[in-house]
Every structure is written in structure tokens, then in C-alpha cells.
């Protein structure tokens, strides 16, 4: 169905929008005319606003189109210059915080002196018997009643984007659950170590199916059961509905991840969540448990909708009646993404405690983007839209008029300055994009001397907005330095990645280094000492302003000694192709890839190298734990916005000319994590110089 074709639907489906007439709807060079001298393009209208049958003063009035905005006095009028010349319906609109945006039409060629513009305040409670909206796809659009009706360029964006996946997306159900939806048969779950049984199965009402529970998840963590589904009704549900499900009918905040059925777990984060959003509140819990301040619509019905419409965003021009349109400030301000993307969090496992005196105020820092942004910007810097919802030149209102063949106006809506229109791609870190790409900048200065090449590596968060890598407390971000003679690698010596890089395993120096259980020919042990020292890495919070030493921000000092390759496994003993060189610590590991822009997740522990993360730690002093676990932050080297790092590392080189080759890789998940549950463990390269 071509758009136009989509826009004459709703046009005369809709009930109480206006008739499309050729009038109406098409241009017309005939409907101005200045031969006559008595006709001035700009003429004053005297506009009275009421609100529920009472003057309604500190009201916004403008033109539909035009940049001019005017405020109602105390008895509710404001006068208005309409401009004749403008290439749209003419129309005077008012835009008031507890009604629905409405107004006037003008007569173009008998403009009236005066018009009322009778507003109707809104019900100011939420309705809980409300059903969340069908947004619609890019494919599905015919419904007059789905977003993806009018709104094609901004569906075809949240379609693809994670927002749409945040309740689908396999990774949150197996953590929620603590299962492994990619091992598909009882086989392969026991050797995985896991118990193959019957459970709920996501997106369902009660379903179950047999499926391989392994692993840590919020149900079993936080209700005390053992691996495997909670049999009994779990009580505790980790609050990641709130933000991941934010659709789920009936009671918001506080609801179990199982209960996303329908949409809410189709579509997780759609329009009809976002945009029941009035105010947000930053001292409540985050999302739809308080901080979200969502306002659901009451019936009586209008336009084949059950309830009267009632729709929040930015704008305070849009009075089409099947929209229900109100203004809201906070859509273009950093605290509206604050509403879940900012999570400090108590201890959630029974009997845990948190240490009060490295955490005074009992939380722990998860989530804490907003507050990284807030720190930089002070609340006066781009908000975080600029970046993750950035302008879309292609369109020219939020309706996709570009794409009809009719008149701007009260139905169409209002050809907007270019670039005032975002993308709703909500862009972050899924694949090698162009926001990871931008986001740091490497450096590599190298010399050679005496036969040994010196490498300076420097990384850079180019941004203004928050650390790298943010959100997700288990993301890291590698910094990969290796040297070359042609094709063939030199040994390195200096700074090591940690074990967030993620290791086979790993042994102290008094364990016997020759016993590998599981190991592979091809893979690598790699020898790390510890100098003693601790790492002062700039961080975010106390991990960046002064609050704890170098040795509370957990980051020991371990430096790269050798390594050496696996030839042969008899049993649990490898052979190796040269001895493994003395130190501190051995860690099992596999070669780096090389190639493509996306890289399967390797063992890189102990390389030349930095790594930086958030590491949580859990009740037994497990590290890379996931958030609901967690009873510390135990170390945070995260790169501040504008801020830098830099280290250096040797190589003994033979040739004249030896290269050096930085890469700085995005990682989602724990190695650990990613190959227990089988998930597709994916390195991004940010950026790489040679």
C-alpha cells in the first residue's frame, strides 16, 4: 500500500477527522491573493482559551506551522498574527499541561476577528483496566488505531532497535530465569552441567516446555530456590519488568518478567509505553515503579478507541484528536532516559550484606549512565537524545508528510525546520555502528632502539556523555596492543589484561603449571607477575573523585611475561612449545582473531594490554557477576568522558621496520557467562591504529 494511500485511510476511517476534500487537502496558488490592497498576508485574531468552561490564562497559543508562540493573559486571551501566506491549513492552536491540545480553524480568504478554543482537562490518575496499544511493524500499518499507521520512518527505526527486543531478548529471559535458551536438548545441557526440566517458556501466559536451567538467574537467586524453575510462586521479581516490560497490563511496577505476554514482550519498550509518560521523578525507584510517571487514558471512548485518546511528547502543535496530544518538556531532556537508565541498587540476595563503609549510602552504583552524564554536563550539557535519538534530515514532520501528496494541517501535521525531528533508533552498543566507532580515539607513537621496539598506546573517550563502556555493569571494553615483523608476532612485555578479558583458567604460582583440564592444542597459557602496585585508572564516582586509594580501586598492577603455546594434551598435561616462563600467575587462554569488524569473543587474559570495566562481585567474591547478584563494586576504571589513558609496551624486534597494531574491542558479556549460557560472545573493534 503506497503512503498516501495510508494517510486517505486515516483520513476516512478516523472518526472526527476533517473530510478530505481536494479543498482541504491539495495546495492551491489561487488561495492568496495580493491584487487586492485590502488583503494583507498577516492578520491579528482575537483568541479566547478555556479550560473545563473557565478562562484558562498561562496558556501557549500559536499559529499551526509558524515559530511564534504567545501566552494567554489572565482572562485567557491572547492575540495571535496569522500569516495568510503559509503554505497549510490555517489553524490556531492552544496547548495547556492538563488538557489536550485543540484550537480554530481560520478562514483564509474571511479571517475571523476572534475564536474560542474550549480546552477539557484531562483525568490527572492513571487507569489501571487499560490495554497497552499495538505500535504495529514496518509490514503491519493498516490498523488506523497502530502507531506505524501515520508514524512509518519512526517505526521502521524502534523496529530494529534494542528497545523493541528489551523483554524478547534471550540473554534477559535466561538471566531472569537462569536458563539457557540456545542448549535445545537434554545432551547437551548435562554436559553443559545443567538440569534439563520443565519451565515456563518466555512470552507465554503458562506454557512450559522442557529447558536447560544452568547458572545464576533473579528467580532462583532471590527466592532461594535451587538450579532449575522456582517451583513455588517466586515473591521476589528484581524489578526487571519495570524497565525491561514496561507493558504489561494492569498493575504498574513490581511485576514478574513471566507476566510480558502480547506485546509487552513482543515489543518491550514501544510507543505506547514511552509516550503515556507525563513527568518523571528521579527520587523514585526507576521505571514504571515510580519513576516513570505514566498516565494511562479513561473511557468514555472517541475514535473507535475505548478510551478518549491521551498522548505525552515534545511537542504542543499537534492537535489531530485520534493523538490526544499534550507538551511535555522532559522528552528532550536527559531525565527521561534517566527513568531506567540510572539504577542504584541495594543488596537483592537474601542474607547479603554491603560494606557500609565503602558504600555509605547502602546502594551500589549499577546502572549509572545519567549520573555519569550529570557529573560532565551539570544538567546543562546535550542530553542524551542528541546522541541516541540524533536528527533524521530525511523527514519533514513526525508524520512522514514528505511522503504525502497533501497539505500541511490539522491531520498531516506541520512541516517542521529540518533536523528538529529524531530518529527513534535509540542507537547503542549492538553491533560494529557508528556510535562505537566514534566513540574513543586511539593513538599509537612506537620507536625502535637497540633492537627493541617501544609502543605508547593512548585511548580517549571523545564523548561528552558517560563512560566507555556504560549501562550494562558486565560490558567491558579491551585495549589489544601486539607488534609484528611481517606476518610473524613479537613477544611483548608490559601491562596485562585482566581477568575481565576472560581466561580458560587460572593458576597461582604454587599450583602445578603443567596440568590443564580441558585444555586444546592451539591454545595458550600466559604468564602475568604482579608488580605489587595497583593500577589509579580515572573512574567515575568515588572510583574517579578522590574517595578511595589506588589499592581500594581494585585493580592490581599485573604485567605481561610470556607465553607460551599448547602442541600436544595427554590427559589434563600439555606440551608446550617452548617452557612457560616464570611469574606470578598462569592463565589459560586462546589466540587473538584477526579480520572482520566483528570477532567471536576469545580468552585474552594475560595479553598485552588494558581492559576496562565495572566488575561487581557477589557473596562468595565471584567477579563479573550479574547485578542482581552483586554485593560490591569492586573495581571501576570505566574511561570518563573527555578523559585519557596511556601505557607502554616493549617488543625485542630483528627487522627494521616492525608494525604495532592497538585495537579497542567492545564486549557485552562475560566470556564465563557468555559460553555457559551459549550465547554468541561477539568482540566489537571500536577503533584500530596501526
Known sequence: MSHPLRFLLCVALVAGCPSANDDDLTANDDDVSNDDDSVTDVVQVAVLVTLDGEPSPDTTVLQGGMPTRWTTDADGMATVDVDRTLDAELWVLASHPDARQWGAEIDRDAPEES??????????????????????????????????????????????????????????????AGAAAAIANEA???????????????????????RCFIGDGVLPALNGCDTGPCEDSPDEFGACADCHAPGIDGQLGGRDLHDAVGHAYDYGVHCDVCHRVESVDLEAEPGTAGRLGMLRPWPPGAFAFPERPLTFGPYDDVMVGVMGAVQRDVYQSADFCAGCHQLNQEVLVPGAQIDTTRWPSSRLPIHDTYAEWLDISQGVGLPCQDCHMPPDETVTNAADLQLLSVRAGMVTG??????????????GPVGANELLRNAAFVNVQDSVEDGVLTAAVSVTNTSFGHALPTGEPM?????????????????????????????????????DWSLWPGAEVGQVVRVVSRTGGFWDDDGTGPFGDGTFSPEDKGLPIEELVGFSTITAVDGDVATFDAPLPTGDIALLGEPPLDGSAERASRALAGAAGHAFSKVLTGPD????VPHFLAVDVAADNRLPPQRQWSGSWTFPTSCAEPSVRASLLYRAWPLGLARERAWAGVDVVMVEAE
Request: net charge negative; hydrophobic share 35%.
Open 414 to 427: 506541520w512541516v517542521r525546520e529540518q533536523g528538529t525531528v529524531r530518529h527513534h533508533s535509540f542507537e
Open 115 to 176: 475564536v474560542t478554543i474550549a480546552l477539557d482537562s484531562f483525568r490527572p490518575d492513571d487507569n489501571p483496566a487499560y490495554s497497552f496499544k499495538d505500535p504495529g511493524t514496518p509490514e503491519r500499518f493498516e490498523d488506523t488505531s497502530m502507531c506505524s499507521h501515520c508514524h512509518t520512518t519512526m517505526i521502521a527505526d524502534w523496529f530494529e532497535s534494542a528497545h523493541r527486543e528489551s523483554a524478547s531478548d534471550p540473554q534477559v529471559q535466561d538471566l531472569y
Open 475 to 511: 560490558r567491558s571494553m579491551l585495549l589489544e596492543v601486539r607488534a609484528f615483523c611481517g606476518d610473524d608476532e613479537l613477544a611483548a612485555s608490559g601491562p596485562a589484561l585482566s581477568d575481565v578479558a576472560g581466561a580458560l583458567d587460572i593458576k597461582e604460582a604454587s599450583e
Open 188 to 210: 547437551d545441557c548435562t554436559a553443559a552441567g545443567g538440569v534439563w526440566t520443565a519451565g515456563h517458556v518466555p512470552g507465554t501466559q503458562a506454557d512450559e516446555a522442557a
Open 621 to 624: 567474591g565471584a567477579r563479573q
